[in-house]
């Protein structure tokens, strides 16, 4: 028998958007499947609010919707 997906963790996820959006700094919540990120980045300066989020779910790709079950987020340009 083979195990399901190891929990993600907001640690984990704020890490990852940081090391992948350039200069972003995150605030994640969450309980290991549903999760609240609120990510500031001078990338998102320019781009709709749906691109700004785009950038945020292509972090995670297919983990969003199975390891990640959920993920809502807030997003703001920095200067």
Do not use: C, W
Request: aromatic share 6%; hydrophobic share 40%; net charge negative.
């Amino acid at each position: 028998m083979t195990a399901g997906p190891v929990s993600a963790t907001p640690d984990e996820l704020k890490a990852r958007i940081e090391a992948e959006i350039p200069n972003a700094r995150a605030v994640v919540t969450g309980d290991g499947h549903h999760f609240n990120a609120i990510v500031s980045s001078p990338a998102f300066r320019g781009l709709s609010r749906i691109a700004q989020h785009r950038l945020v779910y292509e972090v995670f790709g297919d983990e969003v919707g199975d390891r990640i079950h959920a993920l809502s987020i807030q997003t703001k340009a920095d200067d």
